[in-house]
């Protein structure tokens, strides 16, 4: 039979335009969030990360932001460039984990239009 | 930095075969970590280590799969017999000890397996 595989949820922007890619995580125990993206056929690459007793981190035309009220996490890209196009995926460590073992969320896929 | 060298970059074999990934980490890094990528399930954390000492290896799937790291150096994953349904991309990461607060990992390539 068919396989049908995860939809992952995909954000379409301008080049030149900010984007915003958004993630809830599951626990509030996480004391540890970090951003990856990964281009097609590549591993995952660091982007940025942040520690759940901050609120905000900025990078190069990075910025993550972390709201632990309701368990929101979001990575906004500033003038977005075609070279950003990737999947996104955001990971959390919770504190009770020995180490530095990382949970994934889907991932956001970033299409950005020339 | 060579960054974390996976090899082969692609394997394809028949179903009942064994099939052995590798994974060499950034020298001086001490921890060492396995995942598996599909459409359907995402990324999966398998296996890792500390300190060539497996630490939490919940997520492999079955017996069929075995992970060993007898240096600081290298590690294998092992799937045996293979399945068809062990199609995916395995992706080894490795992290240092830095003593400060960040979990970066540190990718790999990784290897394309199809079982056919």
């Known amino acids: 039979g068919e396989s049908v595989g995860l939809h992952l949820p995909t954000l379409s922007v301008q080049e030149g335009d900010n984007s915003i890619i958004n993630c809830a995580y599951s626990n509030s125990a996480s004391d540890y969030f970090i951003w990856y993206k990964q281009e097609s056929g590549k591993g995952p690459q660091f982007i940025i990360d942040i520690r759940s007793n901050m609120d905000k981190r900025q990078g190069q035309r990075v910025t993550v932001l972390l709201n632990k009220t309701v368990k929101h996490l979001s990575l906004q890209i500033a003038a977005t460039q075609p070279g950003d196009s990737a999947v996104y995926f955001c990971?959390?460590?919770?504190?009770?984990?020995?180490?530095?073992?990382?949970?994934f969320g889907q991932g956001t896929e970033l299409s950005v239009k020339p | 930095d060579a960054g974390v060298i996976q090899s082969p970059r692609h394997e394809v074999t028949e179903m009942g075969q064994e099939v052995t990934l590798r994974c060499k980490p950034i020298s001086g890094h001490n921890s060492l970590f396995w995942y598996r990528q599909t459409m359907m399930r995402g990324l999966e954390l398998l296996i890792y280590?500390?300190?060539?000492?497996?630490?939490?290896d919940s997520g492999m799937p079955e017996d069929r799969f075995s992970a060993k790291m007898p240096n600081a150096s290298f590690s294998t994953l092992k799937i045996q017999p293979s399945e068809p349904r062990d199609s995916a991309v395995y992706f080894c990461a490795s992290s240092p000890s830095r003593g400060d607060w960040s979990y970066e990992q540190y990718f790999g390539p990784g290897t394309r397996l199809t079982v056919t």
């Open positions: 280590f500390n300190n060539n000492v497996p630490i939490d």
């Open positions: 990971a959390e460590r919770m504190i009770y984990n020995q180490g530095g073992k990382l949970i």
